[in-house]
Every structure is written in structure tokens, then in C-alpha cells.
């Protein structure tokens, strides 16, 4: 299918669709040395056609589309003298990844990183990451990373939306599920994403309530609106996302007799004091009475609360409360 | 991937097309297609329109592809590999992240890897993601293992109940996710029948060099118990207390569970934030688990 001449000229009469224009722009623009003015870009680009402001609104929209691919036009002038002729160009170095030096292993690294996405929602972007770094002409060396699948598990299209935003730096807007479930609209700067023992979270600047603050997504209970323009913000240089996401440390400590063989997790969180024959005692901390108490109490008879006393007695009212509610 | 793509997308991967089959040339359809995400159809479809593109209308892209191999030429301006984008990059750092974290110990080599790799992409997006895994990765491959080798799993497992460990020899027979979560189908000796397991309280498991007890992935029945439960207070927290399946907006609420025992506990452990309305034998029991764990502070 190497052509001649004559099926060339059968061929450019088709070329007027939008993805070939925005190619063949691409094309011009990237290939030039110097910069193009509007007239010379209409000249030699397919697909520009009709009257001058047809062509000036064309040339615009495509513009935005290549900007919202990443790819940066410069906008320049020939002589700094006269403003009003501007031509423009794309910077070979900006279009092209500054990713050098990814080794094989590395390369297998990013190939598991974006597997994990398979079926989940950022799945395109992920693959279509993985076959730019393919093109690079490196190959990956599986056998060098061990057997682990980690997995992804969110459809929701909110948290691609959230991706965009944090990408784009657009501020958001969405209803949220009070402690209460009372609905509250908010309004985002989003800073940050990320997972955690299943559930996905944003945080980011709260706009009425002027503090960074964390949303878990999955109590998120309408479609995330985009508002306003890219770049609307800055993230500051001192947020971090772990930190946002990290357990608070457990202060408070309780002691526990907790039944021989039960309630695992709550024993290998603790520090053991007496290994007694049918009950274990033990130190266990924890943050907020609240956590502890439903912690203990779902073990039922299993874990008798020793210290401290406040939380004992709140117990013995917590089962009090649920005999009278229950009988 | 079924959604037709804008012209804007369909204009990404023909720019993102040229570097690969450059570097790539001969390669089959068939799998140009799939590292695109892509038909066939909807290839020839971008090769077609490719094939129309070049630095001026008598000096076009050379493309082959008719043989079911595609090779490209005179395509020097293409020829570069696009800068990753913001959403690319987010996508392979948190990947990254969760690897890090799934990794053995020892491989500190790997651990580097990651860090080299994260200060190289990330640009600074790197610190606005963070992400730890709900499963174990190792133990989620070894799963995996099982089911495509037939061969049986020794797991300890944590009872979602009791707390209790126990040492089960399993065969796998399904791998599934709901509500965000890993679950495992396998026949377990132990019970002697077929058991969901929750992949994250899967403690160990060790691949066994015996093959798996072969059966019948028969579509359980569903035995879904209903029950009506009153949420008094902290409606939030008590409402996702009670799981995926609950319906109703109000304070009363209709629940569907596999265990009674369960809700008994839930509604136990929420301190008096929940009670149980119906069934009446669900009602009395709560009342005597509750009376007894009263009896050890007697």
C-alpha cells in the first residue's frame, strides 16, 4: 500500500475529518522551524475550509483540543516591533516525553502499576501511559518483579473526574452525606486522591468552610461537577497526600481480658500482659472511647473491659441500653 | 473502551500510533489493537485516517498494513514519543504506590525502582496521591495461582464473627469483588463444604503441591434473611454499619443478610444506635448476647 502520486490526490479530498486535521496541525506546527502565521497554517493544513471566521473558530476549537491533550502551542511574534502578525509553533522538547533512562525492570514496574487498572476506571489512561513508554523501544523484564497482583477495584466515574480536576487544577462541586445524612452541596479545590483499606478519598480546599478536608467518595451522592477554568489554583508545596491519609496515632491505651482464642485482630494489635489458660490480658490502644466500645462490644462476652473505668462503665450503660431497646 | 471515541481521542492515539509502530514495525494488528485498547476495525479505521496525514499533501505518511502487519515510513516529525499526561502519570503512581507497599521486605531493589520512578514521572503529582492496598497482593496472587493451576491452598483464616484463627485447607473455585472488597469462593475441608472467604482477613496462605478437590461452582442459593432495624442515632455510621444491601431512606430500615448473627452483633456493637424491630427471635437474641456480655461485669 506504498503509494504513487495520482492515489495521493485521490486521497486528500476525503481529508477533511477533525482527528486528521488535528494530526496534519499537529504535523505543521511541530515540523516548523519558524513560526506560522494563521494564513500560512490555513494554507498548508486539509480541513480548513468555508469563510475566514469559520476558519478563525475551526482554528480556535483545535487549538483547545490539542492544549487539552497536553500539547502546548506557543504563540509568538515575528518582529517585536509589529504585534499584530503572531505566528505559532510547538516546541519539539515540550511535546516530546523527558522520559530517558527507564530501565527493563523499571519498565516491568509501570507494566504491573498500570495491569492493576484493568477494568477499573482510569483503565485508559493507564494503558495508553504504558504503550508511550512502550514506544520508547524498551523492553520489560518480568521475571525480575515477584508475584504480587494488587488490585483496583473503583468504577466510580466521580473519582476520573476527580483525576481530571487535581490534573487540570479545576475546582468541583458535589453533595455529601452529613454524619446525619442530611445532603450538603461543597465546593472543592481538590488538592489530592488516594485509597485506603478500600474506600477512595479527595481532599482539598473547601471553599465555604476555608480548611483542607477529606471526602470519602463513596459518600459523595451526586455526579461531580467541574466548575470554572483550568489552572484556577495552585496546590500548596506542603500538602501531601499520606499525611492526609494517615492513621492518627492510637494515644490511648485499654486493658483487656479478652477469651483464649477469640477476637485475633484486637490481640495482635495489643501488647500481651498475662497469658492466662482461659482469658488473655492485655494492653490495647486505641484512639476515641467511641471506636473502643464498639470494638469490645461486638465481641460480646468474649472481652470484659478492665481500664479504664470510664469505659467500663459506658459499657455496662451501652448493654443496658441495648437489653431495654431489644426486650 | 465499548464508548466511541471523540475525534479529539481518535486524534491522541493516531499521534501516539506513529512511535509505536515505529518502534514496533511488523507488528500484527491483532496486537496493535489490544495495546491500544482498541477493535481491530477501530484501528484500521485510525490507520486509515493516518495513512492521510503527513507534512503536505504530496508527502504523506507511508503506511503498510493491508498484509496484517503494520510497518511505517517518512513519518520523522511524529516520530516522538508524547509527554505523559497529568491523568497518565496519576494512574501509574498510584499503581506504583500500591505495588510498594505490596512488595515482599527484601526486595529493597525494587523499593528504589519506585522512589527513582516516582521522582522521575511524577513531577510533583507524586504527593498529592497516596494508596495503600484493601488485600494483600501476595496473597491475591497466590489465589490467582491456585485457581489457574488446580492445586490446593492451606489459609489462615480470621472469623468475621469470634475473631478466631483457623488453619483451612481450601480449593479455589472463584474470585470475585463486591462493595470494593476481594472475596474467595473455594470448597473448604474444614466446614466440608463451599465458603466465601474475605481476602483481607486471609492472614497467610501457603500453594499447595496437591491438586484441588474438583467441584461444581453451583450458583449458591440465595439465603438472604430479612430483617427491620430502627437507626436512632449517628445515622451514617450505623447505616454503613449494616453493609450494601439495605433499603429504605428513613430511620426504619429493611436489611438483607447471609447471617442473623451478624446483624445481632452490629446492632450490639453500635452501642444502642441501632435496634433490631424484626425478625422477633433476631430482637430476643440480641437481648440475651447483650444480658450475658453484662454477666462478666457482674
Same mark, same amino acid.
Given at each position: 500500500?506504498?503509494?504513487?502520486?495520482?492515489?495521493?490526490?485521490?486521497?486528500?479530498?476525503?481529508?477533511?475529518?477533525?482527528?486528521?486535521?488535528?494530526?496534519?496541525?499537529?504535523?505543521?506546527?511541530?515540523?516548523?522551524?519558524?513560526?506560522?502565521?494563521?494564513?500560512?497554517?490555513?494554507?498548508?493544513?486539509?480541513?480548513?475550509?468555508?469563510?475566514?471566521?469559520?476558519?478563525?473558530?475551526? @482554528?480556535?476549537?483545535?487549538?483547545?483540543?490539542?492544549?487539552?491533550?497536553?500539547?502546548?502551542?506557543?504563540?509568538?511574534?515575528?518582529?517585536?516591533?509589529?504585534?499584530?502578525?503572531?505566528?505559532?509553533?510547538?516546541?519539539?522538547?515540550?511535546?516530546?516525553?523527558?522520559?530517558?533512562?527507564?530501565?527493563?525492570?523499571?519498565?516491568?514496574?509501570?507494566?504491573?502499576?498500570?495491569?492493576?487498572?484493568?477494568?477499573?476506571?482510569?483503565?485508559?489512561?493507564?494503558?495508553?501511559?504504558?504503550?508511550?513508554?512502550?514506544?520508547?523501544?524498551?523492553?520489560?523484564?518480568?521475571?525480575?518483579?515477584?508475584?504480587?497482583?494488587?488490585?483496583?477495584? =473503583?468504577?466510580?466515574?466521580? @473519582?476520573?473526574?476527580?483525576?481530571?480536576?487535581?490534573?487540570?487544577?479545576?475546582?468541583?462541586?458535589?453533595?455529601?452525606?452529613?454524619?446525619?445524612?442530611?445532603?450538603?452541596?461543597?465546593?472543592?479545590?481538590?488538592?489530592?486522591?488516594?485509597?485506603?483499606?478500600?474506600?477512595? !478519598?479527595?481532599?482539598?480546599?473547601?471553599?465555604?468552610?476555608?480548611?483542607?478536608?477529606? *471526602?470519602?467518595?463513596?459518600?459523595?451522592?451526586?455526579?461531580?461537577?467541574?466548575?470554572?477554568?483550568?489552572?484556577? !489554583?495552585?496546590?500548596?508545596?506542603?500538602?501531601?497526600?499520606?499525611?492526609?491519609?494517615?492513621?492518627?496515632?492510637?494515644?490511648?491505651?485499654?486493658?483487656?481480658?479478652?477469651?483464649?482464642?477469640?477476637?485475633?485482630?484486637?490481640?495482635?494489635?495489643?501488647?500481651?500482659?498475662?497469658?492466662?489458660? +482461659?482469658?488473655?490480658?492485655?494492653?490495647?490502644?486505641?484512639?476515641?472511647?467511641?471506636?473502643?466500645?464498639?470494638?469490645?462490644?461486638?465481641?460480646?462476652?468474649?472481652?470484659? =473491659?478492665?481500664?479504664?473505668?470510664?469505659?467500663?462503665?459506658?459499657?455496662?450503660?451501652?448493654?443496658?441500653?441495648?437489653?431495654?431497646?431489644?426486650? | 473502551?465499548?464508548?466511541?471515541?471523540?475525534?479529539?481521542?481518535?486524534?491522541?492515539?493516531?499521534?501516539?500510533?506513529?512511535?509505536?509502530?515505529?518502534?514496533?514495525?511488523?507488528?500484527?494488528?491483532?496486537?496493535?489493537?489490544?495495546?491500544?485498547?482498541?477493535?481491530?476495525? $477501530?484501528?484500521?479505521?485510525?490507520?486509515?485516517?493516518?495513512?492521510?496525514?503527513?507534512?503536505?499533501? *504530496?508527502?504523506?505518511?507511508?503506511? +503498510? @498494513?493491508?498484509?496484517?502487519?503494520?510497518?511505517?515510513?517518512?513519518?520523522?516529525?511524529?516520530?516522538?514519543?508524547?509527554?505523559?499526561?497529568?491523568?497518565?502519570? =496519576?494512574?501509574?503512581?498510584?499503581?506504583?504506590?500500591?505495588?510498594?507497599?505490596?512488595?515482599?521486605?527484601?526486595?529493597?531493589?525494587?523499593?528504589?525502582?519506585?522512589?527513582?520512578?516516582?521522582?522521575?514521572?511524577?513531577?510533583? =503529582?507524586?504527593?498529592?496521591?497516596?494508596?495503600?492496598?484493601?488485600?494483600?497482593?501476595?496473597?491475591?496472587?497466590?489465589?490467582?495461582?491456585?485457581?489457574?493451576?488446580?492445586?490446593?491452598?492451606?489459609?489462615? !483464616?480470621?472469623?468475621?464473627?469470634?475473631?478466631?484463627?483457623?488453619?483451612?485447607?481450601?480449593?479455589?473455585?472463584?474470585?470475585?469483588?463486591?462493595?470494593?472488597?476481594? @472475596?474467595?469462593?473455594? *470448597?473448604? +475441608?474444614?466446614?466440608?463444604?463451599?465458603?466465601?472467604?474475605?481476602?483481607?482477613?486471609?492472614?497467610?496462605?501457603?500453594?499447595?503441591?496437591?491438586?484441588?478437590?474438583?467441584?461444581?461452582?453451583?450458583?449458591?442459593?440465595?439465603?438472604?434473611?430479612?430483617?427491620?432495624?430502627?437507626?436512632?442515632?449517628?445515622?451514617?455510621?450505623?447505616?454503613?454499619?449494616?453493609?450494601?444491601?439495605?433499603?429504605?431512606?428513613?430511620? $426504619?430500615?429493611?436489611?438483607?443478610?447471609?447471617?442473623?448473627?451478624?446483624?445481632?452483633?452490629?446492632?450490639?456493637?453500635?452501642?444502642?444506635?441501632?435496634?433490631?424491630?424484626?425478625?422477633?427471635?433476631?430482637?430476643?437474641?440480641?437481648?440475651?448476647?447483650?444480658?450475658?456480655?453484662?454477666?462478666?461485669?457482674?
Amino acid at each position: 500500500m506504498f503509494l504513487r502520486v495520482d492515489d495521493v490526490l485521490q486521497r486528500v479530498h476525503t481529508v477533511s475529518r477533525k482527528s486528521e486535521r488535528l494530526v496534519n496541525l499537529t504535523i505543521a506546527l511541530l515540523g516548523t522551524t519558524r513560526w506560522l502565521t494563521k494564513s500560512q497554517i490555513f494554507a498548508a493544513v486539509d480541513g480548513y475550509e468555508g469563510e475566514p471566521d469559520a476558519k478563525e473558530r475551526m @482554528f480556535e476549537r483545535d487549538k483547545d483540543d490539542l492544549r487539552n491533550l497536553g500539547i502546548e502551542i506557543e504563540v509568538g511574534s515575528f518582529d517585536p516591533l509589529f504585534e499584530d502578525e503572531v505566528g505559532y509553533r510547538i516546541r519539539p522538547d515540550s511535546y516530546r516525553s523527558d522520559i530517558s533512562e527507564i530501565s527493563a525492570r523499571e519498565l516491568s514496574l509501570i507494566n504491573l502499576a498500570t495491569s492493576i487498572w484493568q477494568g477499573a476506571v482510569l483503565d485508559s489512561s493507564a494503558l495508553s501511559a504504558l504503550t508511550k513508554l512502550k514506544s520508547l523501544g524498551i523492553d520489560s523484564d518480568l521475571d525480575a518483579i515477584p508475584s504480587i497482583a494488587p488490585a483496583i477495584h =473503583i468504577s466510580d466515574e466521580n @473519582f476520573a473526574t476527580i483525576v481530571d480536576a487535581i490534573a487540570e487544577r479545576r475546582i468541583i462541586s458535589f453533595t455529601y452525606l452529613s454524619p446525619e445524612l442530611t445532603t450538603q452541596e461543597r465546593v472543592l479545590q481538590p488538592y489530592g486522591a488516594g485509597t485506603k483499606g478500600g474506600y477512595w !478519598y479527595v481532599a482539598g480546599l473547601d471553599l465555604d468552610r476555608k480548611d483542607i478536608r477529606l *471526602f470519602r467518595l463513596d459518600r459523595i451522592d451526586s455526579e461531580i461537577a467541574l466548575q470554572g477554568k483550568a489552572a484556577s !489554583y495552585v496546590i500548596p508545596s506542603d500538602f501531601a497526600m499520606s499525611t492526609h491519609l494517615a492513621s492518627p496515632a492510637k494515644t490511648e491505651i485499654a486493658t483487656l481480658k479478652v477469651r483464649r482464642g477469640k477476637a485475633q485482630k484486637i490481640v495482635l494489635a495489643s501488647t500481651i500482659i498475662d497469658d492466662g489458660d +482461659e482469658w488473655v490480658v492485655v494492653e490495647y490502644p486505641f484512639l476515641h472511647q467511641s471506636e473502643l466500645l464498639s470494638d469490645v462490644l461486638w465481641h460480646l462476652d468474649d472481652i470484659e =473491659i478492665v481500664k479504664p473505668l470510664q469505659a467500663r462503665t459506658s459499657i455496662i450503660e451501652h448493654l443496658n441500653q441495648v437489653v431495654a431497646a431489644h426486650e | 473502551m465499548s464508548k466511541k471515541s471523540t475525534p479529539t481521542q481518535k486524534a491522541a492515539r493516531m499521534l501516539d500510533l506513529v512511535p509505536y509502530i515505529s518502534s514496533h514495525q511488523g507488528v500484527s494488528t491483532t496486537e496493535l489493537a489490544a495495546q491500544f485498547g482498541i477493535s481491530v476495525a $477501530e484501528l484500521l479505521s485510525d490507520l486509515n485516517s493516518l495513512w492521510m496525514c503527513g507534512d503536505n499533501r *504530496f508527502d504523506l505518511i507511508d503506511l +503498510e @498494513f493491508a498484509s496484517g502487519y503494520v510497518s511505517i515510513r517518512n513519518a520523522e516529525t511524529l516520530n516522538r514519543v508524547r509527554n505523559l499526561s497529568q491523568q497518565e502519570i =496519576i494512574a501509574i503512581v498510584l499503581g506504583l504506590d500500591l505495588i510498594s507497599k505490596d512488595l515482599p521486605e527484601e526486595r529493597t531493589d525494587l523499593q528504589d525502582d519506585i522512589q527513582s520512578l516516582r521522582t522521575k514521572l511524577g513531577k510533583g =503529582i507524586e504527593r498529592v496521591i497516596d494508596a495503600t492496598p484493601a488485600s494483600d497482593g501476595e496473597v491475591l496472587a497466590l489465589i490467582k495461582q491456585s485457581i489457574a493451576t488446580g492445586r490446593k491452598l492451606k489459609i489462615e !483464616y480470621l472469623a468475621s464473627l469470634d475473631g478466631s484463627i483457623t488453619s483451612r485447607v481450601v480449593s479455589p473455585i472463584d474470585f470475585y469483588v463486591s462493595d470494593n472488597r476481594d @472475596f474467595l469462593v473455594a *470448597f473448604c +475441608e474444614l466446614a466440608d463444604a463451599q465458603r466465601t472467604f474475605r481476602i483481607d482477613r486471609i492472614k497467610n496462605a501457603i500453594l499447595l503441591e496437591l491438586e484441588a478437590t474438583s467441584t461444581t461452582s453451583s450458583a449458591s442459593p440465595d439465603t438472604r434473611m430479612k430483617a427491620t432495624v430502627e437507626i436512632v442515632t449517628e445515622k451514617r455510621r450505623s447505616r454503613e454499619s449494616l453493609g450494601k444491601f439495605v433499603a429504605g431512606a428513613g430511620s $426504619e430500615v429493611e436489611v438483607s443478610t447471609y447471617s442473623l448473627s451478624w446483624l445481632a452483633r452490629t446492632v450490639i456493637a453500635s452501642g444502642g444506635a441501632m435496634k433490631v424491630l424484626a425478625p422477633s427471635a433476631t430482637r430476643s437474641e440480641v437481648a440475651s448476647l447483650a444480658t450475658k456480655a453484662l454477666a462478666i461485669y457482674r
